[in-house]
């Protein structure tokens, strides 16, 4: 089972947009409207942010959006603040046997 | 109020077996469509999702750990435990349990394989 795709650092400055993709294969992403996605600051385990690749969990802000395309699904920060400066990964539901897998992560910078 | 905590070694030596237990509160693994999962991360490297346990029992493994790992649970004390054999020095990481939405993780423990 490989990890989705997903570029190593985005970077922004603040109040600017920024989209991190995340690339799978017809067994996951492109399969299942089941992606989700995490942001994780050091030393601090995952929090969810996006599940089934559009919905926001009560709480996480509206500045978070999610989309897919085929087999590939972006996160959109809109309005770029300090604080979104983490890791962020990207995780689909897949035909295997896991069920889940893990994209590659990507560090957000705010410039 | 759902919560999620690993526990167990923090060190264990090459070659032997580790076991970690999950203890969660604020739901139960006999509810229909409810799971456990553990995941870890290797210092500064990605997540990996290790092993999943559901309601009914079912078990889905790593394809790539799936030989080294077991996963149970047991209902009436709220935890899920898991086993992993043959450890290595690459198996170092923090290990994290999670609710199978992936909406509710635990703190993490980290778990260094060294002699």
């Known amino acids: 089972q490989s990890a989705l795709t997903q570029p190593a650092s985005v970077s922004g400055s603040p109040g600017q947009s920024i989209t991190i993709s995340c690339t799978g294969t017809s067994s996951d992403v492109g399969g299942y409207n089941y992606v989700s996605w995490y942001q994780q600051h050091p030393g601090k385990a995952p929090k969810l942010m996006i599940y089934d690749v559009s919905n926001r969990p009560s709480g996480v802000s509206n500045r978070f959006s999610g989309s897919k395309s085929g087999n590939t699904a972006s996160l959109t920060i809109s309005g770029l603040q300090a604080e979104d400066e983490a890791d962020y990964y990207c995780s689909s539901y897949t035909s295997s046997s896991t069920p889940y897998v893990f994209g590659t992560g990507t560090k957000v910078t705010v410039l | 109020q759902i919560t999620l905590k690993e526990s167990g070694p923090t060190l264990v030596k090459p070659t032997q077996t580790l076991t970690l237990t999950c203890t969660f509160s604020?739901?139960?693994?006999?509810?229909?469509?409810?799971?456990v999962g553990w995941i870890r991360q290797p210092p500064g490297k990605a997540l990996e999702w290790l092993a999943l346990?559901?309601?009914?029992?079912?078990?889905r493994y790593s394809p790539s750990l799936k030989s080294r790992l077991t996963i149970t649970k047991d209902t009436s004390k709220n935890q899920v435990v898991l086993t992993m054999t043959n450890m290595d020095p690459v198996d170092t990481a923090t290990y994290y349990c999670a609710h199978s939405l992936g909406d509710y993780w635990g703190q993490g423990t980290l778990v260094t394989v060294s002699s």
């Open positions: 604020g739901f139960s693994l006999s509810t229909s469509g409810v799971g």
């Open positions: 346990i559901y309601w009914d029992d079912d078990k």
